[in-house]
């Protein structure tokens, strides 16, 4: 007979209003100001992030930069600098590694961490927690939250609860207790439309979730369905995946307002390029495939889809390729409500072994090994 599996210890670290935080270590001034990371407000780019100052006028991430202004014209708007966002994101990874390396990151500023058996010989993943925000603070001077639960949801869901700076655990029998008065919107994965489809089937929080069956949630949601049922019971089988195993690499943005405008859609794009790229950069991957996801105003979801016989090389080239997707679809036509680039056929620089006696044909099932 085999031993039941130990509980598992996650942690789920997310850093504060990254990108504004980083650019504020520069920026001392700023602290008290309300700050905006993005394109001029008379320009059509949107919000990257805010500071917690100006999340009190209601500013968000992927909000029009010229919305945010509305709200805020005392707001100051900084430029992006992903190399410094990407600094960062290499000095809080080697914390990560120095505990497991059994770290998933999910995008620059945010990682799971499996420390069940970790390299540090502490058996309390809150011990644990609590050293990686300390050194996080250390060497970056930036502040992370970070969650403890024997799930990737729960943890994910406890990072947030209490920003910025906090620590939530939530012990495996208290997992329960904790997610069912939560609003269904706080489970990963449910965004607007899902949330609003479940309000009108009157279902808020996670313990009215909890009381539908199977059969119901899969005529409504499809094979999501399953997975609103088993989150809303607190199961969640999924593993924290090392990157070397990770199969894509993504952003995407739900606008304020459908964007009509084709050039508009282009400015969020080129954000979104440059974001995937940077973080497949970090992650030491490559990758051939790009895709780009629309959603229009009627919620149809398409994706076009290119796959190189070499690397993209660059977000330029990221970029390029998106908009040649976007001409292969009915934006500028259609107003679209949702846009995103995925990043795919990944190959690890290291593994990439390409004999050099092989001659070109051979190369594309190379890259695979
Ligand atoms: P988040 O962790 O979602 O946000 P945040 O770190 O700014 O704030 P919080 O304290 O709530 O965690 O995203 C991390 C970074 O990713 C964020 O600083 C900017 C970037 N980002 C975008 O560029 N566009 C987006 O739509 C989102 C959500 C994030
Ligand atoms: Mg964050």
Redesign the pocket.
Same mark, same amino acid.
């Given at each position: 007979m085999t031993s039941p599996a130990p509980v598992r210890k996650i942690i789920h670290v997310?850093?504060?209003?990254?990108?504004?935080?980083v650019e504020l270590l520069d920026r001392p001034d700023l602290r008290e100001r309300p700050v905006v990371?993005g394109g001029p407000p008379n320009s059509r780019s949107?919000?990257?992030?805010?500071n917690?100052v100006a999340r009190k006028f209601g500013i968000r =991430?992927?909000m029009p930069c010229a919305e945010a202004y509305r709200r805020c014209p005392t707001c100051v708007f900084l430029p992006?600098d992903f190399k410094k966002?990407h600094a960062v994101s290499e000095v809080i990874r080697e914390i990560f590694h120095e505990v497991t390396d059994l770290v998933e990151p999910v =995008?620059?500023?945010?990682a799971y961490l499996d420390v069940t058996a970790n390299k540090t010989g502490e058996p309390s993943a809150t011990r644990i927690a609590r050293a990686v925000k300390k050194k996080i603070l250390e060497r970056t001077r930036l502040t992370a939250?970070a969650g403890v639960a024997s799930t990737m949801f729960v943890a994910k869901i406890a990072s947030?609860f209490r920003?910025?700076d906090g620590l939530t655990v939530v012990p495996p029998e208290r997992a329960l207790a904790f997610i069912r008065p939560l609003p269904v919107i706080r489970i990963p994965g449910i965004g607007k439309v899902t949330d609003r489809h479940l309000a009108s089937l009157d279902i808020r929080t996670v313990a009215e979730l909890a009381a539908k069956t199977l059969e119901f949630l899969e005529e409504q949601f499809g094979s999501f369905g399953r997975y609103l049922h088993d989150i809303a019971r607190g199961i969640d089988e999924r593993e924290v995946t090392p990157v070397w195993e990770r199969r894509s690499l993504g952003?995407e943005?739900t606008f304020e307002r459908d964007l009509t405008d084709r050039s508009a859609i282009e400015d969020y794009l080129k954000?979104c390029a440059r974001?995937v790229f940077a973080e497949l950069t970090e992650e030491g991957n490559r990758a051939r495939t790009v895709t780009l996801k629309l959603k229009y105003h009627d919620f149809r979801s398409i994706t076009r889809r290119r796959t190189l016989d070499e690397f993209v090389r660059s977000a330029e080239e990221v970029f390029a390729l998106a908009r040649t997707l976007l001409d292969r679809t009915d934006a500028g036509r259609v107003p679209v409500r949702l846009a995103g680039i995925t990043l795919s056929t990944f190959t690890r620089k290291e593994r990439r072994v390409v004999p050099v006696q092989l001659v070109l044909p051979f190369r594309e099932s190379m890259e695979e090994l």
């Open positions: 997310d850093m504060d209003m990254f990108y504004a935080a990371v949107v919000v990257t992030t805010a917690y =991430s992927a992006p966002y =995008s620059l500023d945010e939250s947030d920003k910025p952003a943005a954000q974001r």
